[in-house]
């Protein structure tokens, strides 16, 4: 699964690298800008974020949390790592509501170059927090099977 999200990581990532440098060199050498790549590339900057997220919670390098639980001390690590994981759940679950309220919101919206529908882009907010959640609850037992 990790290897199926770093080649999606990687697809958008380099995706997002040839729209731009194509941006450029249609403005400036060909003296024609293409209306769809910069917002093409903005919505797959935004996919990287969030998929990156969760990558970042399965692999425990959240920065705020890692600095947290590298202050455990003996007989509190349990508990440090239990309010850890909770905190992140919390977050995950606000973020998740919110998202669902934008996409909500976004209905109606589609983008001014793409034509697409806003909810598209915006349902990787809801989507990547509930797996986030979901990783950080199962978080033991995966860390197990690994």
Same mark, same amino acid.
């Not at 093409?40 to 969030?50: N, V």
């Not at 455990?72 to 349990?78: E, L, P, Q, W, Y």
């Given at each position: 699964?990790e290897?199926?999200?770093?080649?999606?990581?990687?697809?958008?990532?380099?995706?997002?690298?040839f729209?731009?440098i194509a941006q450029?060199f249609?403005?400036?050498?060909?003296?024609?800008s293409?209306p769809?790549?910069?917002e093409?590339?903005?919505?797959?900057?935004?996919?990287?974020?969030?998929i990156? /997220?969760v990558?970042? *919670?399965?692999?425990?390098?959240?920065?705020a949390? +890692?600095?947290? #639980?590298?202050s @455990?001390?003996?007989?509190?690590?349990?508990l440090?790592g239990l309010?850890?994981r909770?905190?992140?759940?919390?977050?995950f679950?606000?973020? /998740?509501?919110?998202? *669902?309220k934008?996409?909500?919101?976004?209905?109606p +919206?589609?983008? #001014?170059?793409l @034509?697409?529908?806003?909810t598209?882009?915006y349902?990787?907010i809801?989507?990547?927090?509930?797996?986030?959640?979901?990783v950080?609850?199962?978080?033991?037992?995966?860390?197990?099977?690994?």
């Open positions: 699964m290897r199926k999200i770093g080649v999606a990581l990687s697809g958008l990532t380099w995706a997002m690298t729209l731009l450029v249609f403005r400036y050498v060909v003296n024609a293409l769809w790549g910069e093409l590339s903005r919505y797959a900057m935004i996919w990287i974020a969030f990156g /997220a990558v970042l *919670v399965r692999t425990n390098q959240m920065t949390f +890692q600095i947290f #639980a590298n @455990n001390v003996g007989k509190f690590d349990f440090t309010l850890r909770c905190s992140t759940a919390v977050f679950c606000v973020l /998740a509501v919110s998202g *669902v934008l996409v909500v919101l976004a209905l +919206q589609s983008s #001014a170059a @034509n697409a529908p806003m598209v882009v349902s990787i809801p989507i990547s927090s509930i797996i986030c959640v979901l950080v609850v199962f978080s033991r037992w995966l860390s197990r099977n690994r």
